[in-house]
């Protein structure tokens, strides 16, 4: 009955993401259907209409819009550009500099917005016509910018990661969001050391030197922004108050340093609500029917189904964690991050766990290879952006993209096997 259940299930989600039905309509009927194999059609429509409700009822969640608002505000508000600035006086005289800034300033604006379609089009919007004008192939800026704004979702403070807390039954956000900071930077080392291959190509120009007194002039105009970490982080770590109420202390501190650089007028936050109640409004619709979808699947005993039918393949954990891997890679082709987080969450987790993986750990790997399926077609979202900013087409970008592709991936190969690189950071402050 099991197996039934899996194949309606897939069948019918399959079958009206291929007729164009949006993703969050797909995963609340394909759940609806695999009910109404056991149960009738009134209290079926019934129990999947409280399931959604309930599935929104965490106070956790009320992180989400506000640190969307926090991420448009800042998209806003100046403060990408003197990020910018700092990631170009510190690397931009090295040959090649500009990309090595796009990655730096996307780590930190990523990191700071906690959105990698932000990232990807304020750095994007800002470096791309400045790489071409000197001499830069459109299409390796445009690879380098897809793939770095990526790693603003695996360092925090990110929304996808409260997501995958939501998903797990009560992983610690705190733990999850110092987790992330090592992986992130492993990350943007080696896209930065893919892109130090592309240079040597190419032979692309470098920059001016930069002074000591420009450097700590552009680092004391990035400060104010750069602190927003601080105090967000410094706060959750130190007990001062929850990721739910940093992300409201995220709100105004973004806000009053917009209006310091006088970059942001009273008369722009309408449509700043506006943007971000639409973003938090189709989170909230696939986090709703996510978690139906998770409660159908529990109820129909198929994540055991699964985990049964993947570890009699073997017990091996690292035969486990390839498989899972390969599984998520294809999933992120295909599927949006955050109903991939709510549906394999509670179908992987278990396997993991059971083996001995660390829930934080196998959060960061998750995360990372959805990331990866950002940057493909086609649903990537970051890669239509990256392309649309860059004023380009997805054929001539994959070609500079496949290398960063395969960093990723190497990547995600040491972040898998060496768990002591997510870990050691959330030990060290006792999470």
Known sequence: ????????????????????????????????????????????????????????????????????????????????????????????????????????????????????????????????????????????????????????????????????????????????FVAGYVPGIFIGLLLMLTAAVFVKRKNLPGGQATTLKELTSKFLRALPSLMLLVVVMGGIVGGIFTATEASAIAVIYTLALSFFYRELKWKELPSILLKSSETTAVVMLLIATSMSMSWVMSSEDIPQSISESLLSISDNIFVILLLINILLLFVGIFMDMTPAVLIFTPIFLPIVTALGIDPVHFGIIMILNLCIGLCTPPVGSVLFIGVGVAQTSIEKVVKPLIPFFIAMILGLIVITLWPGLTLWLPRLFGL
């Open 1 to 176: 009955m099991e197996y039934i259940s899996i194949i309606i299930l897939v069948l019918t989600f399959v079958t009206l993401m291929a007729i164009g039905m949006p993703v969050a309509w797909s995963l609340g009927l394909s759940s609806l259907v695999t009910l109404m194999v056991s149960v009738a059609a009134g209290p079926s429509a019934t129990t999947i209409a409280q399931r959604m409700g309930t599935g929104l009822d965490s106070f956790s969640l009320l992180a989400i819009p506000f640190f969307v608002l926090a991420g448009e505000i800042m998209n806003r508000g100046g403060i990408a550009n003197r990020l910018i600035e700092l990631a170009k006086a510190i690397t931009g005289r090295l040959p090649g500099g500009l990309l090595y800034v796009n990655v730096i300033a996307a780590m930190l604006f990523g990191a700071i917005a906690g959105s990698a379609a932000a990232a990807a089009s304020a750095i994007g919007g800002i470096l791309g016509k400045r790489m071409e004008n000197e001499g830069y192939p459109k299409e390796l800026g445009a690879a380098v910018n897809i793939t770095a704004s990526t790693t603003g979702l695996i360092i925090p403070p990110s929304n996808i990661l409260i997501v995958y807390s939501l998903a797990s039954g009560g992983v610690s956000i705190a733990a999850l």
